[in-house]
């Protein structure tokens, strides 16, 4: 337990892109997720004051009184977008059916640029703290240019063009969502966790977690869970479910929670974490990547469209499947 720590990539020489340098991360990229499914990477770009602004403004968010928050709550069942109370989702549901529910409450917000568009609801928008609207925005465009480099980097990593994912991801899938795990006055009943075991369902997904007690834990190839270490002014990144099956597996999706803090601990142990779940665009045909198949290792999967796909996941996280 002691010694695992997630691999580290520092993807700066990647993005100042001499041939050398690109190559470099590359490989480090594409042994991080062969093994492991997870990176920690630094030297991203994303500004530093943007990220921790809105992790303020997200942090004042859940201050407010539920009655406030309820009223960014949607009306449809399976939520994609705005308030999740907690008791709403429980997400180790998608692998083994009925578990107790998440002690997690959630904002979620979709790609403010495909609002209204059709199949695209409004994001809701909390009131205050004042210019969250606009910190989602800006922030929303920051990430999605780091997406845009990583899935340039995957796609080197893959042995593919560098510019191979370039048409699928030019109008992208992203969600965004902020997720506060509030104090434990209570013990978690048995098997209840912050947020339990679960594969991610997209490609990659980009997350800024905070050093407060009860983190996220991931599970080695042997079953063993273990603690990702919080690096600052880092991102964690990890492979999706649906990127794993357009890699034919070479890339692994692997399992994740977030463990509860110890009883033993006085004082608070509030964490918010940022997560944003990224994709190409709804349409794109998951089909096996040309690199990752061979006559000795066949496509497994058969193609899917992306953003059905997704959709599919969401509805099982939610028990809807089965109504
Ligand atoms: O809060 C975290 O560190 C991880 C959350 C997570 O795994 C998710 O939202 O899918
Ligand atoms: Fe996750």
New binding site residues.
Partial sequence: MADFTLPIVNIAPFIEGTPEGKASVAREFAEAFETVGFAVITGHGVPEPLTSGLYGAATGFFEAPLDTKMTYSPPEAAKSRGYLPMGMES?AKTLKGETPPDLCEALVFGMPHHEGQEGHNANYYPEKPADFAGLVKEYTGAILELNAVLMRLSALALDLPEDYFDPMYADPSLTL?F?N?PDQDEDPLPGQLR?GE?H?YGAL?I?R?DSAPG??EVMDLEGNWHEAKVIPDSFVINVGDLLSRWTNDRWRSTL?R?SNPPRTLTGTTR?L?M?AFTGPAGDTEVTALPSCVSEAAPAKYEPVAAGEYIMSKIRASHDLDSK
Wanted: charged share 20%.
């Fill in positions: 997400v969502r997720v795990y947020y679960h991610d997904t997350l977690q983190g996220l994740h977030v964490r974490s997560v």
